[in-house]
């Protein structure tokens, strides 16, 4: 059995918002494993587990770059602290990553780091730049994702802040356009219809409903009450699903400035078309070291307070 420590709650605290204790049982019965532990959470709690998934949980900045080539680029790149993403050095950096994507088009991570890039005497490539960089400022730094667009379709970008990035490729208005991405920034899509969810997604969702009914039938008999058919089960469980589906696709989403609008109407009223978006939200997925600073203490007093005793074994 995986010990379950203060900062495990904490971090599945952060992702659900879930009750302390909730979480600590969740853990316990997930033997740690935070993925399964949010799945029963979720079982028991329904959407009130899920509000807090997408809370930022590193720290780094998105960028957008646009080039004369015609081509433009979004990128996160990661540090350790909120201090260094607001360093000028660290924001030059990420810049020039930006610029270098939308005009070589690198193929990963590796390949980025790779081409060439000179700044604050660091070089000749953006890897020597990065490493510089670590040295001088004292903070591990990575470049984390990109994605270059240069399909032909018009593109409306929305940085809030340097935390959310979206970019839309789009045909027809403008204004409408932005408007859809400044949507994608406060509403967080994972897709843009219900046809482009995730099988994978789409199946972990469906279970969780599943466990839900069971849960449920199992508490109608433990009361006496009679068990719902199996046909309705089935039924509220795919109602379970095409309501989560709703919710996550965005042309399904109400539209955050008039929610008596879909997106997917405001877009037809405007004449225009989103075929894709790519929103980057910073940490997202990842997990921000959570020490256990009560536990570290009194480890360290306690380090302390045997100091003496050592000394005097040592000496006998």
């Not at 997930?30 to 809370?55: P, T």
């Not at 950096?93 to 070589?104: E, G, I, K, S």
């Not at 539209?255 to 997917?264: A, H, M, T």
């Amino acid at each position: 059995m995986a010990a379950i420590t203060a900062g495990m709650v904490a971090q599945l605290r952060a992702r659900t918002d879930a009750p302390m204790m909730e979480c600590k049982r969740a853990l316990t019965e997930a033997d740690g494993d935070l993925d399964k532990a949010e799945d029963l959470l979720r079982v028991r709690l329904g959407n009130k587990a899920g509000k807090a998934a997408s809370r930022v949980t590193a720290e780094g900045v998105v960028a957008y770059f646009t080039g004369g080539n015609g081509a433009s680029a979004l990128i996160e790149v990661n540090c350790e602290t909120d201090f260094v993403s607001k360093n000028d050095s660290f924001l030059a950096m990420v810049n020039a990553a930006a610029a270098l994507v939308a005009a070589h088009d690198p193929a990963d991570v590796a390949a980025l780091g790779a081409l060439p890039c000179s700044l604050e005497g660091f070089g000749p490539t953006l890897e020597d730049v990065r490493k510089g960089l670590i040295g001088k400022i004292g903070e591990n730094m990575s470049f984390r994702r990109f994605r270059r667009f240069a399909s032909g379709h018009k593109l409306a970008s929305y940085l809030h802040g340097t935390r959310i990035g979206v970019v839309v490729e789009y045909d027809g208005d403008e204004t409408a356009a932005r408007d859809a991405a400044m949507h994608i920034a406060a509403m967080k899509p994972v897709a843009l219809s219900a046809q482009d969810v995730s099988a994978e997604l789409v199946a972990r969702e469906r279970a969780i409903a599943a466990a839900k009914a069971a849960e449920d039938a199992e508490t109608a008999k433990a009361a006496g009450k009679s068990v719902q058919s199996e046909e309705i089960v089935a039924k509220r469980i795919e109602g379970s699903v095409q309501k989560f589906l709703k919710e996550v696709s965005l042309l399904q989403q109400p539209f955050v400035k008039n929610d008596k609008l879909s997106v997917e109407a405001m877009l037809r009223a405007a004449a225009t078309t989103v075929h894709a978006f790519t929103l980057y939200v910073v940490g997202e997925g990842m997990e921000k070291r959570c020490d256990d600073f009560a536990a570290e203490v009194a480890a360290q007093v306690a380090a302390r307070q045997s100091e003496p005793s050592a000394a005097v074994a040592a000496s006998q």
